[in-house]
């Protein structure tokens, strides 16, 4: 009889065991699933992201932290009236097109730069260092003049878009690094409709003569001004109509959109940038270089870029407010890759 209960006993144990083993086996099998459908999703559906907290620190700490200073109140700092200096000719700030001081998904986004630079660029035919391109942006939108390449503002924006590259984990499959797309239409952008558009979506921030709003303090702007002599100048990205409506719908209205989702259309992004854009209703500042300066490789212009000389059959307007399908089709037809 006892030997009977200790065999009983016994095989009792050896089931108990085997079912907690298939238990945990199991478990352990449906974590790993879980945690691997959970680390592709986080690996494909991860916005860029910054933790701007987790700065270094010591004195390139502190250039790092002067650098984001920099970008989020450039006026401030370098602006007509800035306390360290006279760089740029308007009381914009960086951070009104790079969003959050260019951290910000699909809005000019900056956390590549330093990894992307130096770069051949089309508009100037050549191949710029980062700094070059940093000067590009304080002279064309913000109607400036060049930051001394050994100096302490150039040094910490470098700095700061250093931290930036260091501090992501991105790849190929991170959103938010461009700006979204825009489907281009088979008609061209409407310079009128875009005016209603504006009106409705936009009036209410950057007012009615397009000068925006500017701060209490009167340093720099609550709301940019999108046209008139103390915006950014024709040769700017921001001039281009597909490259403002790509921004215009990752971005605007500011209150209505999240990083990647849009609340303007492709249309009305494209309609709302021709408003914008046509400088046949706005005054704009004059443009310091010659048309021949953008993009001497005639066929490397960016198709909405509407000045002349074209090495195609399209005038200025249908460069400008397209319809922009056929000019593609042109370059394709030549084995060119137009620049979008």
């Known amino acids: 009889m006892k030997k009977k209960y200790q065999y009983i006993t016994f095989l009792l144990f050896l089931f ?29 559906d991860t916005l860029v992201n910054i933790d701007t907290l987790k700065m270094p620190r010591g004195k390139y700490g502190a250039a790092v932290r ?32 790079h969003r959050d001081a260019g951290t910000r998904p699909y809005a000019f986004n900056l956390v590549r730069s330093f990894r992307d630079y130096p770069q051949y660029r089309a508009r100037e035919g050549r191949i710029l260092s980062l700094a070059e391109r940093i000067n590009n942006c304080v002279m064309r939108p913000n109607l400036g003049r060049p930051l001394p390449l050994d100096g302490k503002e150039m040094i910490s924006i470098m700095a700061y878009l250093k931290f930036l590259s260091d501090s992501s984990h991105i790849d190929n ?17 409407s310079s009128d409709r875009g005016e209603k558009l504006y009106v409705h979506h936009c009036e209410r921030c950057h007012a009615k003569n397009g000068e925006g709003k500017m701060l209490a303090n009167n340093v720099s702007y609550e709301y940019p001004p999108v046209w008139g002599l103390l915006a950014y100048r024709p040769g700017s990205s921001m001039h281009r109509v597909v490259k403002l409506a790509q921004w215009l719908k990752s971005n605007m209205p500011y209150d209505k959109t999240t990083p990647g989702n849009a609340f303007l259309t492709d249309a009305e992004s494209l309609d709302i940038a021709a408003f914008i854009n046509d400088d046949k209703k706005h005054k704009r500042p004059v443009a310091k270089t010659t048309k ?7 066929e490397e212009k960016a198709i909405d870029y509407d000045k002349g000389p074209f090495k195609d059959p399209f005038t200025e307007q249908q460069h400008k407010y397209g319809p922009y399908k056929p000019i593609i089709d042109y370059w394709e037809g030549k084995g060119i890759t137009p620049a979008i």
């Open 16 to 44: 108990v065991i085997a079912n907690a083993a298939q238990l945990l086996s199991s478990c352990n099998r449906a974590k790993g699933e879980q945690a691997s459908a959970d680390s592709l999703a986080t690996r494909a």
């Open 66 to 97: 002067y650098g984001r200073e920099l970008m989020l109140h450039t006026a401030y700092y370098i602006g007509p009236n800035g306390v360290n200096g006279h760089y740029t000719g308007n009381k914009m700030n960086c951070t009104n097109c």
């Open 292 to 298: 021949e300066e953008d993009y001497p490789n005639y």
């Open 173 to 189: 499959r991170t959103k938010g690094l461009k700006n979204m797309t825009v489907e281009l239409p088979e008609v061209a952008a």
